[in-house]
C-alpha cells in the first residue's frame, strides 16, 4: 500500500488488495485510517464502468472521514460492461456481497468495528446494495446514488419490491434532471421507504458526483459526499482510535 500525507482529520493508507471471493481472489481497493485502531467500514459498489479513478478517490475520502472504505468490481469484465452486469446474476452479486463482508469480519482483519458494515451503491451498484441490505442482517446502513429503481423486471429480483422492507437506515441521492432516472421513481421510492433519506439535487445529471461525468457539477458533488460521509458516520459504530504512549 502507499501511504498518502495529512489531509482531513485522518492520514490514510489506500491501495489495490485481494479479496477472496469464490475458488480466487478478486482485486478490491482499500482506504482506511492510518491509525491504530477499529473504524467502521463500507463496501462500495461501483457504476458500469468498474472501480476506476472515481470510485478509488471516494473509498479516501470516506477513509480520510475515519471510514474504512472497500472497493469491490462485481462485473468487471473483458467484454462490454452492459454485457457483463447482464450477466452477472443478482443471486451471484448477494454472494458475492456475502464473502466479502465474511472477509471484512475474518481474524485477516484487525481494523474492523463491528460485525455490521455499510454499503454505498453508485447506479447499477446500488440496486445490489438496496437488494442486500433487505436480505442481510449485517447490512448496518446503505446509500446510493442515482441507482436505477425500475426497469429491472427481467430480473431475478427487484429493487422496487425491496424499498419497503429495508430495515437499515438509507439516503438516496438523486439528480433532479437525471435522463435515465424517473424523478417520479425517487418520490415512490420515499413513499415505499417512509424512513429514509431520499433527496434530488435540483439542476444536476445523471453522475453529477462523478468527476470523470460531463455532468459532474463540483458544488452539488462535494455537498452530497459530505451527506454520505455523515450518513455512515451516524449511522454505522464509531471509530476508535488508539492513543499511543
Not at 456481497?97 to 446500488?126: F, K, P, T
Not at 446502513?141 to 442515482?146: E, K, M, W
Not at 434530488?200 to 462523478?210: A, E, K, P, S, T
Amino acid at each position: 500500500m502507499a501511504v498518502l500525507s495529512h489531509e482531513g482529520t485522518f492520514p490514510i493508507m489506500y491501495g489495490a488488495v485481494p479479496l477472496p471471493i469464490g475458488a480466487g481472489h478478486r482485486t478490491g481497493y482499500l482506504a482506511r485510517p492510518d491509525e491504530s485502531g477499529v473504524f467502521p467500514v463500507v463496501i462500495v459498489l461501483p457504476d458500469l464502468d468498474g472501480l476506476d479513478g472515481f470510485e478509488k478517490d471516494l473509498c479516501r475520502r470516506l477513509a480520510r472521514s475515519g471510514i474504512a472504505a472497500i472497493g469491490i468490481d462485481l462485473y468487471r469484465s473483458d467484454q462490454d460492461p452492459l454485457a457483463a452486469y447482464n450477466e452477472l446474476t443478482d443471486t451471484r452479486a448477494m454472494t458475492d456481497l456475502d464473502e466479502v463482508h465474511e472477509y471484512v469480519v475474518s481474524d485477516d482483519v484487525s481494523w474492523n468495528a463491528g460485525d455490521r458494515v455499510g454499503l454505498l451503491g453508485l447506479d447499477v451498484g446500488g440496486r445490489f446494495a438496496l437488494l442486500k441490505a433487505a436480505r442481510s442482517a449485517w447490512v448496518g446502513a446503505t446509500a446510493v446514488c442515482y441507482s436505477p429503481l425500475t426497469g429491472d423486471e427481467n430480473r431475478e429480483l427487484q429493487v422496487a419490491d425491496s424499498l419497503s422492507h429495508l430495515p437499515v437506515p438509507t439516503l438516496g441521492i438523486y439528480a433532479a434532471d437525471d435522463e435515465l432516472i424517473d424523478v417520479a421513481s425517487v418520490d415512490e421510492a420515499q413513499d415505499r421507504n417512509p424512513h429514509g433519506q431520499w433527496l434530488l439535487y435540483q439542476g444536476v445529471g445523471h453522475g453529477f458526483i462523478n468527476s470523470d461525468s460531463p455532468a459532474f457539477d463540483q458544488s452539488a458533488a462535494d455537498d452530497a459526499v459530505a451527506r454520505i460521509i455523515a450518513f455512515f458516520q451516524q449511522t454505522l459504530p464509531r471509530a476508535q482510535v488508539e492513543e499511543l504512549g
